[in-house]
Every structure is written in C-alpha cells, then in structure tokens.
C-alpha cells in the first residue's frame, strides 16, 4: 500500500472577472502487489466557466481559422495573424497573459534559421542561370517525350526538396518549370502540381526536407541518417507509386512527343557565370555533409545552414547593392509566416490543447496485445498527424504535437521511436492535402498566378491532393507496421528494440 498526502495552496486573479483564493488537499492511495514501483502523472485542470472553456474555445479559433482559410477570406497570413491575436487575448483574460520572452521560447530558431540559411544560398544560386540551364537539358534528355520530361522536371524538382527544402527549390524551379512549358505550348499545371505534390513527398525523406522533419528530428535527437534509413526506403516507394498515379491522372495533358525545334530555348543551354556555379556547388556540398555530421558530432544544423550562407557571401565578394538585391529575394513573408504559425501554437498549448490531444493513449492502454497497441498506435497517429497537418498546417501541428508523443508512448507502454517515425509520415505526407498545408503548396499557386495568370483554389488543390494523400498514407501505414512490427521490433511478448 502506497499514500501520498498533497496540499496545494494557489491564488488566482483575473482582470475582468473575480475568483477567490483557492486551497487544494487530496489524498492518493495506491495497491501494488510485491511492492512494486508505481509511476502516475498528475496536472493541475483549472476549472469553473473560464477553466472549462478554455479547450472548446480553443477548438473554435482552430475551426474558424481552417475555414477562413479554405475560403480565402484573406491572406494566409493574416489569417493566422488574427487567430493568433485572438487567443493571445483570451490568455490575457484568463490572468495567463504571457510574457514576450515566454512567446520566445515557443519560436523554434533553429528551424527559422537553417530556413534563412539555405534560402540565402538558393537565392544566390539562382542567380548562377543554373536552374534554367537544368530544365533545357532535361528537356533534351526527354527528347520531346512529354511523359518522359514530367518524370525529369519532377523527379529533378523532388531531388532538390529532399535536401535543400522543398519550397526553396519550388521557388527556383517553379518559374523555370512555367517559363519552358510556354516555350513548348504544354499546360504547365501538371508540371507545378507534380512538383508540388512529390516535393512534399521527396522532403519527407530527410532531416531537412521538410520543416515538421526538424522539429520532430530535433526535439527526439533523431538525426540525417536515421531520416534515410528508417523512413527513406518507405518514400522511395510511395515516390514512384505517386509519379505513376499522377502521370495517369493527368494523361490528356501529357500526350505527345514534341518534334519541333524551339529557338527560344537556346539561351538558356550556356551557364552565366562557371566560377559562381562551382561556389555554390561546393557550399551546398559542405551544406549536405555537415547536416549528415551534425547527426554523429551532436550539433544543431542551423549552424552549418548559417555557417554556409555566411561563407558563400564571403567567397563571392558580393558588394552592399548585391547583398540588398540578395535579400530582397528572399521570400520573407513565408519566414514570418513560420514565426506566426509557432506563437499560434503555442497560445493553443497554453490554452490546454495539448492535454487534450495527448488523451489519444487512453484507448490505446486497454490492448492488452503489444503487437496490436503498437499497430493500433502507429495507425492512430499516423492520420490524426496527416488530417490535421493537412487541414490546418504542419508545422503548426508538428510543433503543437511533438512534445506529447512521448507521453503516449509512456502510458501506452510502447517504445517511442515508431510513433515519431509515424508522426514524421503522417504530417509530411497529410501537406498534399490541402494548398494552405504547406509552403510548398502556396508557393506553387504563387508561381502559377504571377507567370501563368492561373489562379489555383482551395478546392482545385483538394481535388488532386486528395487522392494523392490517401494513397500515400495507406502505403506509409502498410510500411510502418511492416517495418516496425513485422521486421524490426516484435518478438513474441517483447519488443528487441530499445529506441
């Protein structure tokens, strides 16, 4: 028999309404057979009408913000800006009104800054002609086969995402893609779309493929390698099953073979400066090797995303009118967009959502089976991750859910590693969902509206993401029960893995 005597003595004041001084004494009692060690968790659950209200309201603003969002009723942005205000505000009436260095700490720096890093080097890259230069040799390679040049463009585009972050590369490759398409008279919206949705899927595969990626990497000390080898086989699958479903889908728009010479083209087949390509080939090489070191020597990739940058400006002796030209490129608002959708995060887990979220263990705990609650698990969390993360946003939902997997973890019994491996899938794979889901998306709809005058809704991108995520998280569901359950975790009773 076990006792535990807790008193608790807490004041709590409210600027608009009243609440008097609170005193709290219980008394826990637990029966263990043969003395075991017993482990609980405890949290204090305000409660009254302001306590109770707090995840229903919260629950509200996520709603609202979803459908201003589907609706288009403003930019993205502002969208998230508002709703940000809006539970800023009400943690102020609640008395839980936080202080700026706490909104600091929600801010996840070192994915804002690997995110600035790897776009200055993009964006001096691109001024190198090299990425136009790619897309006329691929167009050569293809040798006017349409199909064959949807493989190249893509699978080009995709190779990029995996490891310079996908919605960096959609922003050079993307006009590129709309420029030649008008060039050889091709419709470019299945060029961008496949871009789009297998960049999504490609950036799964690494650390820095996709920003949830290091967030869940980071907070779990999971590093580049281990991204390659326990989801990568998994994304090399879905890749090519995807490629093949979108070339059907859109094969009235891919017929052909284009026999014609194309003049226009000849332009682009010579790079503009040779010394500034091999630059920028070797920093981004240095980028790539050490965020693979970063995984054995324990240090944060921001550095080597920061420490690049810095050393391409230097090597490339830009002037003060370069370096403004520079950065004015930079899509800046896509950065402060990551800023507002971490503070958004945050203001929900101050309002409780997270308690609530982190409720998915309860029905998990009652498998009495080890094998079925770990299958049951990686199922759970795997679309849960993918509908919110495409409903809503990944980042906001990876930085929202990364700190309770290891609680469901905990009182499910269940070894952590699979679950995060199945949070990374279903939040990188749920962005082809819906055009607000990820950066990649909006980046996509930016580039057809400016260079194409065509204009990409909500709706539009639902209709062809749609299909896309489903299969993608049925094939993802399939590899991770194989993999974790079949292949590399469970032996009878007991689980050889220790992760």
């Known amino acids: 028999m076990l006792s535990c005597v807790t008193y608790c003595s807490c004041s709590y004041s409210c600027p608009l309404f009243p609440i ?29 009408v302001l306590g109770n209200s707090q995840f229903p309201f919260s629950l509200t603003i996520l709603i609202f913000t979803v459908i201003a969002l589907a609706l288009n009723l403003a930019a993205a942005t502002m969208i998230i800006m508002e709703a940000t205000g809006i539970l800023i505000v009400w943690l102020f009436i609640l008395g839980k009104g936080p202080d700026l260095s706490i909104v600091a700490n929600w801010l996840d720096m070192s994915l804002v800054c690997v995110h600035f890093g790897l776009m200055t080097i993009i964006t001096i890259f691109g001024q190198t002609g090299f990425f136009p230069w790619l897309a006329v040799k691929g167009y050569k390679a293809s040798r006017g086969n349409v199909k064959l040049l949807f493989v190249i463009i893509t699978g080009t585009c995709a190779i990029f995402s995996a490891w310079l972050e996908h919605s960096v590369s959609l922003m050079l490759l993307g006009p590129v893609t709309v420029t030649m398409c008008n060039m050889l008279d091709l419709n470019p919206i299945p060029f961008l779309f496949g871009q789009t949705l297998l960049s999504n899927i490609g950036g799964t595969a690494t650390l820095i493929g996709d920003p949830p990626n290091l967030i869940l990497g980071a907070y779990y000390g999971f590093g580049f390698v281990d991204f390659l080898v326990y989801v990568g086989p998994g994304i090399v699958i879905i890749y090519l099953t995807m490629t093949g479903y979108l070339m059907w889908y859109y094969k009235d ?14 332009k682009h087949t010579k790079l503009q400066d040779i010394g500034l390509v091999i630059k920028c080939c070797l920093v981004t090489l240095s980028v790539l090797i050490l965020f693979f070191l970063s995984s054995f020597l324990h240090f944060d990739p921001a550095w080597a995303s920061l420490t690049c940058a810095t050393a391409l400006l230097i090597i490339t002796r830009v002037s003060k009118k370069e370096l403004d030209h520079i950065y004015t490129e930079i899509e800046w608002v896509e950065i402060f967009f990551l800023v507002i959708i971490f503070v958004f995060a945050g203001a929900l887990s101050e309002l409780g959502f997270l308690e609530y979220l982190g409720r998915l263990a309860n029905p998990l ?32 939902f990876a930085a929202l859910f990364v700190s309770i997997l290891g609680r469901i973890a905990e009182d499910a019994n269940l070894p952590v590693a699979p679950l995060v491996w199945s949070c990374v899938l279903g939040v990188s794979l749920g962005c082809n ?54 292949i590399a975790g469970y032996n009878g009773e007991t689980f050889t893995f220790t992760n």
Do not use: C, D
């Not at 609170?22 to 009254?48: D, R």
């Not at 498998?367 to 795997?382: C, F, P, V, W, Y």
């Open 20 to 48: 008097s001084h609170v005193v709290l004494y219980h008394i826990l009692t637990f029966s263990t057979p043969n003395e075991e060690a017993v482990a609980f968790y405890e949290s204090i659950v305000e409660m009254g």
């Open 253 to 266: 728009m891919l017929k052909g073979t284009i026999n014609r010479p194309v003049p226009s083209l000849t």
């Open 365 to 396: 705990a009652e498998i009495e089976h080890q094998g079925n609650r770990l299958m049951a698990a990686i199922t759970a969390i795997l679309w849960i991750s993918a509908f919110f993360s495409g409903a809503f946003n990944g980042i906001a």
């Open 433 to 486: 969902l819906t055009l607000y889901a990820s950066a990649t998306n909006m980046v996509m709809a930016h580039v057809l509206h400016e260079h194409a005058h065509i204009h990409i809704s909500y709706w539009h991108f639902l209709k062809v993401g749609a299909p896309v995520t489903f299969m993608s998280l049925v094939m993802a569901n399939i590899y991770l029960w194989i993999v974790w359950v079949g």
